[in-house]
């Protein structure tokens, strides 16, 4: 498989752009099949590139989870780098205002409440408020392949920096589909240029693939924990810990007032469970939630990731939380709304967890929107 960076670089696709003001959107994902950097490869021939714009956690990944990324001069790079998440966006407005072109170069997961969709997203927009800039999106594979598409198509109430467009929780889609499909439907009236992967099939996914992973955040340190992800990413919208603060962020998951043996022996008899293993474990975080204290919980352990269904089994593992240590669970809440309904995209998630709802039914209910969904991707897709 050869990235889209890869064809960028190989085929010349980078000569069109020499005298042109760049702005690049990346983070240490944004590398070549060599393990080299984006930026570095664009700089050492010759592009002028004026400056890095940065997601979530920075372009080193050193900024906790919704730790706001500041504006700083890199000593390493040799250029600005310009926050586009929870700073002052004017820096990064003025660097875009004076540039022709922004390329973006990044590794997403494929799942919405994932930020850099939504990073993506902004920045489609204010490419067209400033009278439609060129975008190129060098594409990567979408790591959980592009057959299985789950989970609710995001309520538009619902939207927040979890969830800023309607699609999927489990979208299928590459990056560079997901710029199309938004463009399209948004009448954004910006020219969207998408170097595509070679040798990508949507049947493949990143364990298929066997390439190195470079993690493109923290909590995300191998190709497997983009499934584990998947399942307990939901967990930020409660007080169980998903794991941060540990050596296997979302791969482990407890609190103080888990008993880990009851939990995961009825787990594990759980038909939609299917595809992995609980393992009982005890484990202290050094930070994050219950930071020093020891905490009950369960190692997810995946067995066959084709039958997986990362919706259902977190649902399922809240729901069970709720029914064994309802009185100890709590739903955090985000100003008038439920965290969790925004990462879920649909609050009939949240009656899952709470028994006012069966998951089966639930299931059923969101089909008609992954139907629609299918539709729509369908007029941009790129890969079979």
Known sequence: MIPGVDVFLSEGIWREYLGKRIAIMSNTSGATSN???????????????????????????????????????????????????RSSMDLALELLEQCDVVIVD???????????????????????KMGGKEVVILDRPNPLGGDIIEGPVARPELYSYVARYSIP????????????????????????????????????????????????????????????????????????????????????FG??????????????????????????????PMF???????????????????????LNVGLKILSTIHELYGESLELMRVGERYYIDQLIGDPRGRMVITGDLDLDDFSQAIEDGIRDYRERISHVMLYR
């Open 35 to 85: 393990l080299t950097y984006s930026v570095e490869e664009l700089l050492s021939r010759g592009l002028n590139v004026e400056g890095v714009l940065a997601p979530e956690h920075g372009f080193w990944g050193i900024y906790h989870a919704g730790e706001p990324v500041p504006h700083m001069y890199d000593q390493y790079l040799g250029l600005n780098i310009y926050s586009l998440y």
């Open 106 to 128: 990044i590794q997403d997961l494929g799942l919405r409440f994932y930020t850099y969709i939504s990073t993506l997203i902004d920045l489609l927009d204010i490419a067209s």
């Open 169 to 252: 929780l489990r979208h299928g889609a590459t990056i560079g589909e997901i710029a199309l499909l938004y463009n399209y439907e948004k009448n954004l009236g910006i020219y969207v240029r998408v170097i595509k992967n070679r040798g990508w099939r949507r049947n493949l996914d990143i364990i298929d693939l066997n390439i190195p992973w470079i993690p493109p955040s923290p909590a995300i340190p191998s190709p497997w924990s983009v499934y584990t992800y998947g399942v307990t990413a939901y967990l930020e919208g409660t007080n169980i810990s998903e794991g941060r603060g540990t050596y296997n962020p979302f791969t482990l």
């Open 255 to 284: 609190a103080p007032f888990i008993e880990p043996r009851r939990l995961c022996e009825r787990l594990n008899r759980e038909k939609s469970l299917e595809g992995l293993f609980l393992r009982p474990v005890y484990f202290k």
């Open 288 to 310: 994050s939630k219950y930071q020093g204290q020891v905490c009950g919980g369960a190692y997810i352990h995946i067995i066959d990731r084709r039958r997986v269904r990362i």
